[in-house]
Each structure stands twice: as C-alpha cells, then as structure tokens.
T-cell receptor, first 115, second 115 residues
Framework: DAGVIQSPRHEVTEMGQEVTLRCKPI?????LFWYRQTMMRGLELLIY????????DSGMPEDRFSAKMPNASFSTLKIQPSEPRDSAVYFC?????????????FGSGTRLTVV | DAKTTQPPSMDCAEGRAANLPCNHS???????VYWYRQIHSQGPQYIIHGLKNNETNEMASLIITEDRKSSTLILPHATLRDTAVYYCIVLSLLGSGGSNYKLTFGKGTLLTVNP
C-alpha cells in the first residue's frame, strides 16, 4: 500500500492566487481528514469526511477555504484567494471505521508558502 | 474529549528506556488513550492505544494506571530516530451514525534522544 498520497509536496504562490492541495487516501478507508500545522497553532483539524460526505468543517478558518471529496479516492483543499497567513504544512489523513488498531494514517504533507 | 497534560520536553540517552508521561484526569469510561509521534517534517505516526489494560506492540508499551487518570508511553530502547514530538490524545470512539471521532492534538512532548 502506498499510504496516503499528497500533492504537491511544496507549493509557493503569490498572495491572491488560488491554491489547490490534493490527497489520495488509502484504498478502503472511509474517513478523510485535513489538518493544518503551524508553529504558533500546532496541528489543527480543518475538516473531515465520512464516505465522501463532509461531517465537520468547524475548523475551516474562513470562507476562502473549501474542501471537496468527489469520490472515495480523491479530495482537494482549495484556498482562494490565498494570503501569507495561510502559509503552513497541510496534512491529509485517512482512517477506516472499526479498524481502531491503527488510528489515522497521515500523508507526508504539503508545505505551502504564500508570498 | 478529555484534555491531556504532557511535559513540553524530555531527554533520554540512546539505548535507554524512554518513559513519557501523560495526565488525563478527566477521562471518561468510554475514552481511549492514543499515542502518536511526529518526526521532524513528517506527518504524525500512530504508535499505540489502549482503554484499560496495558498494551504492547513492536514500537512501544502503554501503561495505564488503574484509575485511568494517567498513562506512560515506554520506548524500551530509545534510538536517535525516536527523537520526535509525542502526542497523548484521549478519544471517544462512540458517536452517532457511525462514529463521529476526530483526533485533537495538543502540544505534545519533544523527546530528544542523545548519543
């Protein structure tokens, strides 16, 4: 299994531009989570999906952030327009209900820099 | 979910056991104790979890006190590669309509393994 795959690994963009982060969960996992990590705020849960349906988006900071999961094998996190304070590492994780032994599996993250 | 308290940092000599404490005095009966770690620039990694009994796997051992108000993660023979931030998380796996569970990360303990 290739694990949770995120792309790109690094993204540098100018303020005001649209940014799209991508995630491919582990096949068979029915939960998908988006986290953001900064030095100041640590790891924050932004949104999570169950069976492609958003369950809790209370962590999404602003309307500039949106997330979709059109099918079980793909999710996007979009920031439009991007701002310098959005600079962070964004992690995607997946999990499967019932298989509590292994918890979440995280991807390697996307390091976003907005200049 | 119950809150946890961990020391901000700890040191350990290579080859010795690393004992990482966690206080979760407000834990309720259906809440599990999970441990994750995050090595620099990587996504968090699941280590172990437990409810009441002590647990052991190939990575670590988890000792939960009888009153469940605290626990200790034990890395029996720490190596330099175990240098990471270790997170103790208390989580209820019960929820409506198929588990509404989500991991909330605190600040964790930075374990530094010294040669």
């Amino acid at each position: 299994d290739a694990g949770v795959i995120q792309s790109p690994r690094h993204e540098v963009t100018e303020m005001g531009q649209e940014v799209t982060l991508r995630c491919k969960p582990i096949s068979g996992h029915d939960y998908l989570f988006w986290y953001r990590q900064t030095m100041m705020r640590g790891l924050e849960l932004l949104i999570y999906f169950n069976n492609n349906v958003p369950i809790d988006d209370s962590g999404m900071p602003e309307d500039r952030f949106s997330a979709k999961m059109p099918n079980a094998s793909f999710s996007t996190l979009k920031i439009q327009p991007s701002e310098p304070r959005d600079s962070a590492v964004y992690f995607c994780a997946s999990s499967v209900q019932g298989a509590t032994n292994y918890g979440y599996t995280f991807g390697s993250g996307t390091r976003l820099t907005v200049v | 979910d119950a809150k946890t308290t961990q020391p901000p940092s700890m040191d350990c000599a290579e080859g010795r056991a690393a004992n990482l404490p966690c206080n979760h005095s407000t834990i309720s009966g259906n809440e599990y104790v999970y441990w994750y770690r995050q090595i620099h620039s990587q996504g968090p990694q699941y280590i172990i979890h437990g409810l009441k009994n002590n647990e052991t796997n190939e990575m670590a051992s988890l000792i939960i006190t009888e009153d469940r108000k605290s626990s200790t993660l034990i890395l029996p023979h720490a190596t330099l590669r175990d240098t990471a931030v270790y997170y103790c998380i208390v989580l209820s796996l019960l929820g409506s309509g198929g588990s509404n569970y989500k991991l909330t990360f605190g600040k964790g303990t930075l374990l530094t393994v010294n040669p």
